[in-house]
């Protein structure tokens, strides 16, 4: 996950240490189970910049020779891993998976239930990894759950709950913000757009940001709402995930309430030292 932040930071030397590290002594055939999600947005996506990277610095820096695409490959051999997860009725991914066995090492009660952030921030490396390798069923399957959620909001709202059954696309909870749960998911609709440049993405985060800011956002604060009756709050509290919201209010262009909840946040961190995990609108 932090390999591409030695680049940036200039040490291109633990950079290719790092790099030989994980080539040595990483292995994916493990029976375990992990979280897709975290296991994608951490492990493929660090494989997929770590990659990128050594490549670029092969060819800008004139160093790492030796490199031969061999963090693709191990993002390759990951990808295949994820993809027994995908097959499921709605298209939604399982939020658990063995590394080894795939859905036979999983048990059933750990199936069930995915929440919106874990279905849908699959996009940006499953698609980064069809266009690096040329193989188009990473994007297919990530494409699919996409659709698959973007069908699932609330009509009259646009609104998302936060968790949902995998089998059969109901809601389990309803509760509709930008904090834990749903967080990534209004941020890949952004991103996918800015990477892959498919106009739809950009149509649907603009449909969600609209319902969000009616609804959920209240003033500098933003409270969670019953994405089917939106004028009612579900918390009376946030949460320390939201605080990602005013950079993805930058990189939109709404410039304005980024910086008040920004300094909402700030004034929490002034008073506790650090964002707690939940705190009220009082900032208790």
């Known amino acids: 996950d932090t390999l591409d932040t030695l680049v940036v930071l200039g040490d291109f030397g633990e950079f290719e240490n790092a790099v030989k590290l994980v080539i040595k002594d990483v292995t994916f055939d493990t029976d375990v189970i992990v979280s897709l999600f975290e296991t994608n947005i951490r ?41 027994p997860a995908f097959n499921t009725t709605t298209g939604i991914p399982y939020g658990r998976i063995n590394l080894r066995h795939g859905m036979k090492g999983v048990p059933a009660e750990m199936c069930r239930e995915t929440c919106t952030a874990c279905a849908g921030s699959m996009i940006l490396e499953m698609a980064a990894l069809s266009r690096l390798t040329g193989e188009h069923i990473f994007e297919e399957k990530a494409q699919r759950a996409m659709d698959a ?26 509760d509709s913000g930008v904090g834990a749960g749903i ?9 996918a757009y800015i990477l892959l440049g498919d106009e739809k993405y950009l149509g649907r985060f603009n449909r969600h940001y609209q319902a969000v800011m009616k609804y959920v956002s209240q003033g500098p604060m933003l409270l969670d ?12 509290f946030m949460d320390a995930l939201l605080a990602f919201w005013p950079g993805l209010q930058v990189l939109k262009g709404d410039i304005k309430p980024a910086v008040e909840t920004h300094e909402m946040l700030y004034q929490v961190m002034q008073r506790h030292n650090f964002i707690p995990e939940a705190f009220t609108t009082d900032f208790q």
Not at 149 to 174: E, F, I
Request: glycine share 10%.
């Open 225 to 236: 709402v019953h994405m089917h009756r939106p004028n009612t709050n579900s918390k009376n």
């Open 183 to 191: 967080d990534s998911y209004y941020e890949y609709c952004l991103k």
């Open 149 to 174: 959620l973007w069908k699932m909001r609330h009509r009259g709202t646009d609104l998302m709950g936060s968790v949902l059954n995998v089998h059969s696309g109901d809601w389990v909870r309803r």
């Open 43 to 83: 492990m493929l996506g660090g494989l997929l910049s770590g990659h990128i990277l050594a490549e670029y610095l092969q060819a800008r820096a004139d160093i790492m020779p030796w490199y031969r695409g061999e963090l693709l490959t191990m993002a390759k051999d990951l990808g295949y891993r994820f993809l």
